[in-house]
């Protein structure tokens, strides 16, 4: 079934309707329970599901289950490790989870690009979206290991109270942190938890070689304009407080073509008009393409390229006359891991490198 098919799925809405307040809401944490992080009785642990194909492996005697203490932004959870039944409800994690080989009981498939390889696994139970999500999907699978974050943050103290015994992660980068930073301390905390430590360090280091090629290629005398594509419009995204291209001024620092007041978070941009754009005339022009991991099923789909790049208005100006304009991946909009802006700073170094 499509992501269109699912009864809660929502196509992106034209620009002008700005309805998804589950982008826009704020970090949500969780009523602590002073006795919430401590260690407790563990329920006998299940059975692994075994993959397609697997063998049965003959019955043999564990050894009590490891565990690992780490900390999210709620505080300190000890783990038993392998976690028995996992749920992943966190856009940033859904494809460093599937590259690690990890198995889910449930999770947000409504939400999963195409790119992730969970969407042709018919096992995993779907919670479906963020925005009426079937919480019951959870309880049902029996979780040992809840992976909340991005558009599921709002739900976790509900799910908390559905499945008193799982443990709850929340590593959503948290407001006021560096982005960077905050997107390598969550794969650093991931590959604790599923002993994949030295896969999240070459994450880690290709993630920051990626940034300081761009950094060395990049010269701080061109301006530079971040903006999202919905609907056929363009959205304005601002330097820090952008979605996903804002925290990208801070990462490598650029220099704004166009910095206005009140400038917000809103998952379609601010409006912005092309003669705003033409008359700041910025060198370069960073584009998240929000509707293009939904084109296969979006009939009405405008490129962002056909957009930017065949408009007269903007015509003149330098970034689309001299084609400096720099997409995010196509999935970005569904997949804003770490991966993605591996790939995205990758991206805009080549693209910085041949203007020279």
Same mark, same amino acid.
Request: proline residues 7%; without cysteine.
């Given at each position: 079934?499509?992501?269109?098919?699912?009864?809660?799925?929502?196509?992106?809405?034209? =620009?002008?309707?700005?309805?998804?307040?589950?982008?826009?809401?704020?970090?949500?944490? =969780?009523?602590? *329970?002073?006795?919430?992080?401590?260690?407790?009785?563990?329920?006998?642990?299940?059975? =692994?599901?075994?993959? =397609?194909?697997?063998?049965?492996?003959?019955?043999?005697?564990?050894?009590?289950?490891?565990?690992?203490?780490? +900390?999210?932004?709620?505080?300190?959870?000890?783990?038993?490790?392998?976690?028995?039944?996992?749920?992943?409800?966190?856009?940033?994690?859904?494809?460093?989870?599937?590259?690690?080989?990890?198995?889910?009981?449930?999770?947000?498939?409504?939400?999963?690009? +195409?790119?992730?390889?969970?969407?042709?696994?018919?096992?995993?139970?779907?919670?479906?979206?963020?925005?009426?999500?079937?919480?019951?999907?959870?309880?049902?699978? +029996?979780?040992?290991?809840?992976?909340?974050?991005?558009?599921?943050?709002?739900? *976790?103290?509900?799910?908390?109270?559905?499945?008193?015994?799982?443990?709850?992660?929340?590593?959503?980068?948290?407001?006021?942190?560096?982005?960077?930073?905050?997107?390598?301390?969550?794969?650093?905390?991931?590959?604790?938890?599923?002993?994949?430590?030295?896969?999240?360090?070459?994450?880690?280091?290709?993630?920051?070689?990626?940034?300081?090629?761009?950094?060395?290629?990049?010269?701080?005398?061109?301006?530079?304009?971040?903006?999202?594509?919905?609907?056929?419009?363009?959205?304005?995204?601002?330097?820090?407080?952008?979605?996903?291209?804002?925290?990208?001024?801070?990462?490598?620092?650029?220099?704004?073509?166009?910095?206005?007041?009140?400038?917000?978070?809103?998952?379609?941009?601010?409006?912005?008009?092309?003669?705003?754009?033409?008359?700041? *005339?910025?060198?370069?022009?960073?584009?998240?393409?929000?509707?293009?991991?939904?084109?296969? +099923?979006?009939?009405?789909?405008?490129?962002?390229?056909?957009?930017?790049? *065949?408009?007269?208005?903007?015509?003149?100006?330098?970034?689309?006359?001299?084609?400096?304009?720099?997409?995010?991946?196509?999935?970005?909009?569904?997949?804003?891991?770490?991966?993605?802006?591996?790939?995205?700073?990758?991206?805009?170094?080549?693209?910085?490198?041949?203007?020279?």
């Amino acid at each position: 079934m499509t992501k269109q098919g699912h009864p809660n799925f929502v196509r992106p809405a034209p =620009r002008r309707v700005r309805a998804d307040p589950a982008e826009q809401e704020p970090l949500h944490v =969780r009523a602590q *329970n002073p006795h919430r992080h401590e260690s407790r009785p563990r329920r006998p642990s299940r059975p =692994r599901r075994l993959r =397609r194909g697997a063998a049965a492996e003959p019955e043999k005697t564990e050894a009590a289950p490891a565990s690992v203490t780490i +900390e999210d932004n709620t505080g300190e959870h000890e783990i038993a490790t392998p976690p028995a039944s996992v749920v992943a409800l966190d856009n940033r994690t859904f494809q460093t989870l599937s590259d690690w080989g990890v198995e889910l009981s449930a999770g947000a498939v409504a939400l999963m690009p +195409e790119t992730v390889s969970y969407v042709k696994d018919d096992a995993i139970v779907d919670v479906g979206l963020h925005s009426e999500p079937n919480l019951e999907a959870v309880v049902a699978v +029996e979780p040992d290991l809840i992976i909340s974050g991005q558009r599921f943050t709002q739900h *976790n103290t509900a799910i908390a109270e559905l499945v008193p015994d799982a443990t709850i992660i929340d590593l959503e980068p948290r407001e006021g942190e560096p982005f960077d930073e905050e997107l390598k301390r969550q794969i650093t905390v991931l590959g604790e938890i599923f002993g994949k430590q030295d896969e999240a360090k070459k994450l880690v280091d290709e993630f920051d070689a990626a940034v300081e090629r761009a950094k060395a290629a990049y010269d701080d005398a061109d301006t530079v304009m971040a903006v999202n594509t919905s609907g056929g419009e363009i959205g304005y995204l601002a330097p820090t407080v952008g979605r996903s291209l804002g925290p990208v001024y801070d990462i490598l620092g650029l220099t704004p073509a166009l910095e206005v007041d009140d400038a917000t978070d809103d998952h379609q941009g601010d409006e912005i008009s092309v003669e705003a754009i033409a008359a700041s *005339n910025p060198d370069w022009i960073l584009v998240l393409d929000r509707d293009a991991v939904f084109a296969a +099923e979006t009939p009405d789909y405008v490129q962002a390229a056909e957009i930017l790049e *065949n408009s007269e208005a903007l015509a003149g100006v330098t970034a689309v006359k001299d084609k400096q304009i720099v997409y995010m991946p196509t999935d970005t909009y569904l997949n804003e891991g770490i991966q993605t802006y591996t790939t995205f700073f990758n991206d805009l170094a080549d693209a910085l490198e041949d203007a020279k």
